[in-house]
């Protein structure tokens, strides 16, 4: 089955613990992203992939950190977590970047709580 | 990327037609419209684009009208798992910012038995 996978799904933890959440997809997808939604603010971009070691930044870039060294894998690093990162985080994945008409496949989300 | 408006919510009976409006009024000719919903707290999920024709899959139908300035996303036979919010999205084909999408607050729909 085509999907995106993330774990955990669930995380809660403190200020300043490192921390990663991964993603995954199955699909031999080149672009993949991280999208955090926050209530009022909507699904605001934190990183994207064009393909393999080529990683940008998004909207919100501030505080993450991602690599992108093999193309099923996107891993979203947070060094060192606040409570205003507490949020839930989304990962997606479309079939190549720059065209809007690939669809984009979103993974089933984290839920983050930093304390 | 141009901007749309949708009423904030909307009710549905279960087995009518779902209609979601959405406004574009400022959206350029090479730009397309997009429907995606995000069933509550889960990732969002494409459903439908187009252009400017007129576009029907399994999940439901786009109408898009002669001006392109609006559109209708149909659910032609709504069931309880259609409760979601739905976002209107316009965008161009390529940009070089990778293929973000950008949710504006969408319209939640309610299907009631």
Known sequence: ?115 | DAKTTQPTSMDCAEGRAANLPCNHSTISGNEYVYWYRQIHSQGPQYIIHGLKNNETNEMASLIITEDRKSSTLILPHATLRDTAVYYCIVRVAFNNAGNMLTFGGGTRLMVKP
């Open chain 1, 1 to 115: 089955e085509a999907q995106v996978t993330q774990n955990p799904r669930y995380l809660i933890t403190v200020t300043g613990k490192k921390l990663t959440v991964t993603c995954s997809q199955n699909m031999n997808h080149e672009y993949m992203s991280w999208y955090r939604q926050d209530p009022g603010l909507g699904l605001r971009q934190i990183y994207y992939s064009m393909n393999v070691e080529v990683t940008d930044k998004g909207d919100v870039p501030e505080g993450y950190k991602v690599s992108r060294k093999e193309k099923r894998n996107f891993p979203l690093i947070l060094e060192s977590p606040s409570p205003n990162q507490t949020s839930l985080y989304f990962c997606a994945s479309s079939r190549m970047g720059g065209a809007s008409t690939d669809t984009q496949y979103f993974g089933p989300g984290t839920r983050l709580t930093v304390l």
